[in-house]
């Protein structure tokens, strides 16, 4: 069974700075693109940033400039580096993985992000 594990959200003060982690099972197979999401209450899931297999990155305007997507392919890991974070960056956040083989979607479960004084 492919599970997408993701870790590190919690509750951060305005400026500050997390982390975030997704491993996923190597059962998956090839890989295609990596992402994170977020989803804010009241509103629509949106694209945060995703990386390819060859690593470029893509990014939303309102994160441009303070979050950083990797991965590590020994580790499959795909992590958020999320720097001067704003009130409006709260949300959850979700990894997302699109497989080679038919472009299927898997979703982790979601982690917390709440940034507020």
């Known amino acids: 069974q492919v599970q997408l594990v993701e870790s590190g959200g919690g509750l951060v003060q305005p400026g500050g700075s997390l982390r975030l982690s997704c491993s996923f099972s190597r059962s998956i197979g090839s890989i295609h693109t990596m992402g994170w999401y977020r989803q804010a209450p009241g509103k629509q899931r949106e694209l945060v940033a995703v990386?390819?297999?060859?690593?470029?990155?893509n990014y939303a305007d309102s994160v441009k400039g303070r979050f950083t997507i990797s991965r590590d392919n020994a580790k499959n890991t795909v992590y958020l580096e999320m720097n001067s974070l704003k009130p409006e960056d709260t949300a959850v956040y979700y990894c997302?993985?699109?497989?080679?083989?038919?472009?299927?979607?898997?979703w982790g479960q979601g982690t917390q992000v709440t940034v507020s004084s």
């Open positions: 997302n993985v699109v497989r080679t083989l038919d472009f299927h979607n898997f």
């Open positions: 990386i390819t297999s060859s690593s470029n990155s």
